[in-house]
């Protein structure tokens, strides 16, 4: 059973960097049919897709278009895991930020975070 | 981009009552297309993906049909435990959610 954990501070002051990150369990972050990605909820704009990564003999990652440029992702085969980063952080990036696992839908999804950004 | 339009933004339903949503797309999506539930201080939960497969676990009175640019989630015989937001997704190119449509009693 694939079982997604996600750390990471719930508060981050404006123009800083938020990070957070998504521990994979039963499942691997380099597998050749997983995709693994991070997607964020609020009440302005429900939920919106942010980034992906997945292994096919090489790593892709695939962002949102109007993130590009502040968001990276990251996977860390050593940890089992996929970390998010998003630098310039304003109050409109406060949000529910959720890892969540599959190549097409979501199938599995972490138990989110709340991310306040706030001075 | 694809965009995705989901109507009614939100549906008054009585119990026992069929629902249906409706989700749009910009352009062709063939049939790769997804439903989820979205309750409140829960996780969302797959319903349906490839348009009309139920994801395991997901009771009978939730299907799925369309494809290309038109698509519906029916739920029938509401019950008080299907108020949510319901969100379609597209993975034909990127992956873009529409705004959801909440469902209320």
């Known amino acids: 059973q694939v079982q997604l954990q996600q750390s990471g501070p719930g508060l981050v002051k404006p123009s800083q960097i938020l990070s957070l990150t998504c521990d994979i369990s039963g499942d691997s972050v380099s597998s050749n049919s997983g995709a693994w990605s991070w997607i964020r909820q609020s009440p302005s704009r429900g939920l919106e897709w942010l980034a992906r990564?997945?292994?096919?003999?090489?790593?892709?990652?695939d962002y949102a278009l109007s993130l590009r440029g502040r968001i990276i992702i990251t996977p860390d085969t050593t940890r089992n895991q996929v970390s998010l980063q998003l630098n310039s952080v304003t109050p409109e990036d406060t949000a529910v930020y959720y890892c969540a696992g599959g190549s097409g839908a979501f199938n599995i999804w972490g138990q989110g975070t709340m991310v306040t950004v706030s001075s | 981009e694809v965009v995705m339009t989901q109507s009614p933004v939100t549906l008054s339903v009585s119990p026992g009552e069929r629902a249906t949503l409706s989700c749009r797309a910009s352009e062709s999506i063939s049939v790769n297309l997804a439903w989820y539930q979205h309750k409140p201080g829960q996780t969302p939960r797959l319903l349906i993906y490839d348009a009309s497969t139920r994801a395991t676990g997901v009771p009978a009175r939730f299907s799925g049909s369309g494809s290309g640019t038109e698509f519906t989630l029916t739920i029938n015989s509401l019950q008080s435990e299907d108020v949510a937001v319901y969100y379609c997704q597209q993975y034909y190119n990127w992956l873009i959610f529409g705004g959801g449509t909440k469902v209320e009693i």
């Open positions: 990564t997945y292994y096919r003999s090489e790593w892709h990652n």
